[in-house]
């Protein structure tokens, strides 16, 4: 496996190609990618709302811990995969 | 929204806009009706303007331009350019076959967001035999290499069948080297023109196999590289594909001419009277036609469909398929093993054991075939 391993430290971005927004016919928030197209519930979403090319992965654990008053480990067990999931889809990038 | 018939529709995810049918390829296992629409019928430039506001306004979120090849329209520009302007994400599935720098650039400049190039195989001579056009391989790394240099996202279209999976390691390596994203293994579905060469295109089991192992071990490998997505044969299937994902669950698609159809193959089912979008809006076609309402959802399936756990997993699986191989568009699709029909695909299973005979190319009526364009 050569795929980026993504950790605290790691900051991402969306792809150029890949759009993060919300779809006024759904009233719901939508990634669109090349032939992906992706439904987020409403924890992806408030994980996706931090993404900004700035934060790194560990800022945003703790934003969430904080925010949902819940351990850090429970979050980051969330996090951690489905981050790394939109990475190797390249739909994140570091 | 909810049907008289109780169904909960909701909107569309994607339009499949079918510009043409003209192509310069003549590729055996074309997935277009045997009867093409001709130029002289194809929808205008304000028509599509208009259809493509429609679709946003519904809740489509991504339109795939295709055909035929998009690149024979001369306002394709035109073309993306408004579908990105109301919001649609586009792509462009093409051959490449006459794309230039120049076009490309104008194509990115009006929104294009995402290239799918065809790739008929690995090695050039036998790519061209089977896209029955000299040069065709040359003009797919150059333009590859165009798309990369504008910085688009490059996904490989790899259609694979007998004749050609065992290049499928060279494909694979051929897509990293073109600097694709993401590549695509389609093993051949068998409708139309497919259909009739499925003698010549249907794997053999072993060959199957080896293709699953060889993309498997290629992912590894590749991860974080290149994404491959792989389609399994609907005939070595233990359970039917949930085709577009359930008949008008997901999916709109207009052929050349502006009918409206819930796939791309729908026209091969008799006694369905497509709705085009001169007589109807795409709203109202998607919310009330009685077409797109006659396979949505589970209420029009027989046994061993409604019973079945996983109904609303496989939607009975493709309609068109079931039709073309049982002559009844309302049966089980013969590709699940539960089907009363499965045997229909052992035989050609079986037959796929044997010598594979000649296919034979797409014809394009409409188009006079240049002998430059002739390869054997």
């Keep these: 496996m050569n795929a980026p391993r993504i950790n605290g430290d790691a900051v991402l971005r969306f792809a150029p190609h890949a759009r993060f927004r919300f779809d006024e016919v759904r009233q719901a928030w939508i990634v669109l990618a090349p032939e992906r197209l992706l439904l987020p519930d409403e924890h992806a979403?408030?994980?996706?709302?931090?993404?900004?090319?700035?934060?790194?992965?560990?800022?945003?654990?703790?934003?969430?811990?904080?925010?949902?008053?819940?351990?850090?480990?429970?979050?980051?067990?969330?996090?951690?995969?489905?981050?790394?999931?939109?990475?190797?889809?390249?739909?994140?990038?570091? | 929204m909810t049907s008289p018939m109780g169904v909960n529709i909701e909107p569309p995810l994607a339009l499949l806009a079918e510009l043409t049918h003209r192509c310069p390829l003549r590729c055996p296992y074309c997935s277009n009706p045997l009867e093409l629409s001709r130029a002289s019928v194809e929808l205008d430039t304000e028509t599509w303007r208009r259809v493509?506001?429609?679709?946003?306004?519904?809740?489509?979120?991504?339109?795939?331009?295709?055909?035929?090849?998009?690149?024979?329209?001369?306002?394709?520009?035109?073309?993306?350019?408004?579908?990105?302007?109301?919001?649609?994400?586009?792509?462009?599935?093409?051959?490449?076959?006459?794309?230039?720098?120049?076009?490309?650039?104008?194509?990115?400049?009006?929104?294009?967001?995402?290239?799918?190039?065809?790739?008929?195989?690995?090695?050039?001579?036998?790519g061209d035999r089977i896209a029955g056009f000299a040069g065709a391989q040359q003009?797919?790394?150059?333009?590859?290499?165009?798309?990369?240099?504008?910085?688009?996202?490059?996904?490989?279209?790899?259609?694979?069948?007998?004749?050609?999976?065992?290049?499928?390691e060279n494909i694979i390596?051929?897509?990293?080297?073109?600097?694709?994203?993401?590549?695509?293994?389609?093993?051949?579905?068998?409708?139309?023109?497919?259909?009739?060469?499925?003698?010549?295109?249907?794997?053999?089991?072993?060959?199957?196999?080896?293709?699953?192992?060889?993309?498997?071990?290629?992912?590894?490998?590749?991860?974080?590289?290149?994404?491959?997505?792989?389609?399994?044969?609907?005939?070595?299937?233990?359970?039917?594909?949930?085709?577009?994902?359930?008949?008008?669950?997901?999916?709109?698609?207009?052929?050349?001419?502006?009918?409206?159809?819930?796939?791309?193959?729908?026209?091969?089912?008799?006694?369905?009277?497509?709705?085009?979008?001169?007589e109807a809006s795409l709203a109202e076609i998607w919310y009330h036609s009685p077409v797109f309402a006659r396979f949505r959802g589970t209420a029009w399936m027989a046994e061993p469909c409604r019973s079945c756990e996983r109904r609303e997993i496989d939607w009975g699986g493709c309609r068109c398929q079931a039709f073309a191989l049982t002559g009844d568009a309302a049966r089980t699709d013969p590709a699940c093993a539960l089907s009363p029909d499965h045997g229909l695909l052992a035989a050609a299973r079986h037959s796929a054991k044997e010598a594979a005979p000649d296919f034979v190319h797409r014809r394009h009526p409409a188009v006079p075939q240049r002998p430059s364009e002739r390869v054997s």
């Design chain 1, 45 to 94: 979403v408030e994980i996706l709302r931090l993404i900004d090319g700035a934060r790194d992965v560990d800022v945003i654990i703790d934003e969430l811990a904080g925010r949902f008053e819940a351990p850090r480990d429970v979050i980051a067990g969330d996090v951690l995969p489905m981050l790394q999931d939109l990475v190797d889809k390249k739909v994140l990038r570091q």
């Design chain 2, 52 to 126: 493509f506001g429609e679709a946003a306004a519904l809740g489509v979120l991504q339109v795939h331009f295709s055909g035929g090849e998009p690149l024979v329209r001369r306002d394709l520009v035109d073309l993306v350019a408004d579908a990105s302007k109301v919001g649609l994400y586009v792509n462009l599935i093409t051959s490449g076959i006459r794309l230039d720098a120049e076009r490309l650039a104008r194509l990115v400049e009006g929104g294009l967001e995402h290239v799918q190039l065809s790739l008929q195989d690995s090695d050039p001579v036998f």
């Design chain 2, 139 to 168: 003009a797919k790394r150059e333009v590859a290499a165009l798309v990369c240099a504008a910085g688009l996202p490059l996904t490989v279209n790899a259609v694979v069948h007998r004749q050609n999976l065992r290049h499928l």
């Design chain 2, 173 to 278: 390596d051929l897509a990293v080297t073109l600097g694709a994203d993401r590549l695509e293994v389609a093993h051949v579905q068998y409708y139309g023109w497919a259909l009739a060469n499925r003698a010549a295109l249907l794997p053999s089991r072993e060959q199957l196999d080896t293709a699953t192992a060889t993309v498997e071990a290629a992912r590894d490998r590749l991860a974080g590289r290149l994404v491959i997505d792989y389609v399994v044969p609907d005939y070595y299937a233990h359970r039917p594909k949930a085709c577009m994902g359930g008949w008008g669950r997901r999916f709109l698609n207009i052929t050349p001419a502006g009918k409206v159809l819930p796939c791309h193959a729908a026209e091969t089912l008799p006694g369905l009277g497509f709705p085009t979008v001169a």
